[in-house]
């Protein structure tokens, strides 16, 4: 069995969130975050769970290059090439766009360059071909001499999500009665692991426009016998799509931060909170129900996000002396 490489210090932090349980009509021990966010490395979040595995599978080839695919905005290539400077190991990642795009560049791909990855930028190539494109990468590299490992999208395949059944039995550890777990639901990894650990019904995915048929994706992350309608999936918040700005998130992103202190960025964690919520008033998740919300972090992601940013510097208070 491959074995993985520890990253971060686990478990990560279980914490209550009241306020924001007495804002939504729940008690004040209903509504608990698994802080995820809190992964230390590379300014933290979920992948890095996923990564320990493929790091160790990395090394146990012999690689000295991981490469890597994603949005120019990724919080896992992010993540990828953070490992990749703790590790000693090259990075690239393949995104869609061109260096020109990058001139202005902030939150997440700020990071890829402290962190010294390169960038292959694969134009206007449909996203759906950037696995083709990455593992034309790799032959390249192989012809410089170099020994590439290929990270699938988002860090999703049925190893990466070893990381996240791991991180189903810490929630279990912790709060044994938990009843809900509300996670993000991008290339499908995490929600596929927290599902093997907790099983269909205690997880809820917050669909987030990555992938067209999001439980399809996390029941063949699962493998036989799961049913892609036996998985909890909300689609209620994707808005007009991957990377938009909807309403409902800038919503529920101000709610949490203005209740709880709580940090949450526009493409995942706001849109899943805004499935939380959402699962709340229409009596999804009722009060008296332990509910865990797993915080993925992307922080970086939201100060990469132009409208974000600004609609919600729109909403700044004033203060002026009587």
């Not at 993540?79 to 090259?90: C, E, K, Q, S, Y």
């Amino acid at each position: 069995m491959t074995g993985k490489i520890t990253l971060a210090t686990w478990p990560t932090p279980l914490e209550r969130m009241p306020r924001l349980a007495a804002a939504l009509g729940l008690g004040a021990d209903d509504l608990w975050v698994k802080r995820d966010d809190l992964t230390g490395l590379g300014g933290g979040g979920n992948k890095v769970r996923k990564l320990e595995w493929f790091t160790g599978a990395a090394l146990a080839e012999g690689a000295d290059t991981l490469v890597t695919t994603g949005a120019a905005q990724s919080n896992h290539a992010r993540l990828t090439a953070a490992v990749g400077a703790r590790l000693g190991l090259d990075v690239v990642l393949v995104f869609r766009g061109s260096p020109d795009g990058a001139a202005d560049a902030s939150g997440n791909l700020v990071l890829d360059s402290l962190f010294g990855a390169r960038v292959h930028w694969a134009g206007d190539a449909d996203p759906n071909a950037l696995g083709d494109i990455a593992a034309e990468v790799c032959e390249r590299l192989r012809g410089e001499g170099a020994r590439p490992f290929l990270i699938p999208f988002g860090g999703s395949s049925p190893l990466g999500a070893r990381g996240y059944v791991e991180g189903g039995e810490e929630i279990l550890a912790q709060l044994p009665e938990v009843e809900h777990v509300v996670v993000a639901l991008g290339s499908g990894g995490t929600m596929a692991g927290l599902v093997g650990a907790l099983g269909e019904r205690r997880v809820l995915g917050v669909h987030c426009g990555a992938v067209s048929d999001p439980a399809a994706t996390v029941a063949a992350l699962l493998g036989p016998g799961v049913e892609p309608r036996g998985l909890r999936v909300r689609t209620d918040q994707v808005g007009a799509g991957y990377g938009i700005l909807h309403a409902p998130v800038l919503a529920a992103m101000r709610r949490a931060a203005s209740t709880e202190g709580i940090v949450l960025d526009p493409v995942y964690t706001g849109r899943a909170m805004a499935g939380l919520v959402a699962a709340v008033e229409d009596g999804d998740i009722r009060p008296g129900q332990r509910t865990v919300f797993l915080h993925t972090g992307g922080l970086p992601g939201l100060f990469g996000h132009a409208e974000a940013v600004r609609r919600t510097v729109s909403g700044l208070s004033s203060w002026k002396p009587a």
